[in-house]
């Protein structure tokens, strides 16, 4: 990550010999080789607070994350940034060595976050959520994390959730992607990558999620504690053995509620949305942010004292954070709820087909594109799709080749300049009067479907809701060309 910024790196080894001359160090991790750091050492926070124990590699046992060697504290070689004052006393309880080497600072990641929320339509744009209600996943490591307790929770929220209605994205800890590696997380969540998952990349792209969100579910892990700062409504996966008992992650878990593996993950999403009070969480938040709108002047004060210069007279505010670049796969099949047209209206309920191979309990059907990498989805398809505008006898050969190709089929539909052309088996063409767009293109594929299913299919309009998007579509049933057959 370094290096791609364009960063010039030292070998430690360089520094453990004192070849290079530096005046302080500053280090995200307490966990850092002290004894070859010959200047005082400024410890930053890279989560919020000292919230859980975990494996200390020296003794075999556990010690309090974020807290320097008690010798380092002792010798006055180092100072631990906090956000909040209750830090101060919980680290002088841990170690008596601590209380005079503290800084209280402030948190400036939330500051950033508190002043980005007005970018929060420009992020949804970027993550085209449109209408939808975007659930956020944040999960740290280890096996008491959301992702370590309960893998499958990507894929099962996206084949039980609209696609209309819901997206849904993952911000998953760096070391998780350090350990396992890129390729490996883009194989586990390959089949919900497929069907619309954000996976959002290790160093960028969370905090624009976290201000993008309608809700968040988490664990133990310091997002959880940004959402609640930021207002979301929230949902866990379960507590975790490496919780400090008592402290604001562990309160936190205590008045939220834990997420149901045997009821519908749907209506526990909705009941936490509709229960959620603003403000709910402030008796939490206010235990680890405080000083926040100073929290950068605060840091580079600190920083301009240890290095005994004049700190600059210009003030800066908190940067917001730029718009995320995410990794959008397109959604090529869907499942689609089989549901008659009433007062010449159809309302579509749509799921991922990578992710629900079958659905069980209700009539369904699975719109194709062309393009699905799946040669059994494919197969099975009802309709198929083409996006792409064709001229209209481009469009006819299309279509009749499709149905010719793909014996299961019923339809298939291309994209025209004037909405599309479809062919239905055995019944001849349909042209279709709408509004241009790949997802009108399927939901227009739909209507013809359900039609032709419920013999309705003739020259009709029939107004089509998935979600909040709703179009208005024409079919115009065309005789079959002399000498042509029936495809």
């Known amino acids: 990550m370094l290096r791609q910024a364009g960063v010039r790196l030292i070998p430690w080894q360089a520094v453990r010999a004192n070849e290079i001359a530096y005046d302080l160090v500053l280090s995200a991790s307490e966990n850092i080789d002290f004894q070859d750091v010959s200047k005082h050492t400024v410890v930053l926070p890279h989560g919020l607070g000292f919230n859980k124990f975990v494996p200390d590699s020296n003794s075999g046992g556990t010690r309090l994350a974020g807290l320097p060697p008690e010798w380092v504290l002792e010798a006055g070689r180092a100072t ?3 956000s909040h004052q209750e830090q101060r006393q919980q680290l002088s309880s841990a170690s008596p060595a601590s209380e005079e080497h503290t800084e209280i600072v402030g948190d400036p990641t939330l500051a950033r976050l508190l002043s980005s929320r007005d970018l929060r339509e420009r992020y949804r744009e970027a993550f085209k959520t449109e209408g939808r209600t975007l659930v956020m996943l944040a999960s740290t490591w280890r096996p008491d994390s959301l992702l370590g307790r309960w893998q499958s929770l990507p894929s099962e929220l996206l084949a039980q959730l609209p696609v209309d209605r819901y997206q ?5 800890h760096p070391n998780v992607w350090s350990f396992y590696g890129r390729a490996q997380l883009l194989s586990w969540y390959s089949s919900a990558l497929a069907s619309g998952l954000v996976l959002l990349p290790p160093d960028s792209g969370w905090q624009a999620a976290l201000v993008a969100a309608d809700q968040v579910i988490t664990d133990h892990g310091s997002l959880g504690l940004f959402a609640a700062a930021l207002d979301k409504p929230i949902l866990h996966a379960g507590a975790s053995t490496e919780i400090v008992v008592g402290s604001p992650p562990d309160e936190l878990l205590g008045a939220t509620a834990k997420l149901d593996r045997n009821t519908s993950l749907e209506a526990q999403l909705e009941r936490c949305r509709s229960t959620f009070r603003r403000g709910q969480f402030g008796h ?14 605060n840091l580079r004060s600190l920083i301009y004292r240890r290095l005994e ?3 600059p007279s210009n003030t800066s505010s908190p940067q917001r954070f730029p718009l995320p670049k995410p990794d959008l796969r397109p959604i090529t099949s ?4 089989t549901v008659a047209i009433e007062n010449n209206t159809l309302t579509l309920t749509r799921f991922p087909a990578a992710v629900l191979p079958k659905r069980t309990g209700r009539e369904t059907h699975v719109v194709a594109d062309e393009t699905e990498r799946d040669l059994k989805i494919l ?3 009802a309709v198929i799709v083409r996006d792409g505008s064709l001229s209209p006898s481009e469009a006819r050969r299309w279509v009749t080749a499709t149905l010719a190709v793909y014996p299961g089929a019923r339809v298939a539909v291309a994209a025209t300049a004037r909405g599309g052309l479809a062919s239905v088996r055995g019944s001849g063409f349909v042209e279709i009067g709408m509004a241009t767009g790949y997802r009108l293109l399927c939901l ?3 209507a013809v479907f359900c039609c032709w299913l419920s013999n309705d299919l003739y020259d009709r309009q029939v107004l089509v809701h998935a979600g909040q998007v709703s179009t208005l579509i024409t079919l115009s049933l065309q005789n079959l060309e002399a000498g042509e057959a029936a495809p």
């Open 444 to 446: 227009a594929g739909t």
């Open 168 to 172: 849904v994205c993952v911000a998953v």
């Open 284 to 297: 939490i938040t206010s235990r680890v942010f405080a000083h926040t709108a100073e929290a950068d002047i």
């Open 309 to 311: 210069l004049t700190p």
């Open 80 to 82: 631990v940034v906090l």
């Open 334 to 337: 869907h499942v689609v709820d």
């Open 379 to 381: 197969e099975r398809a």
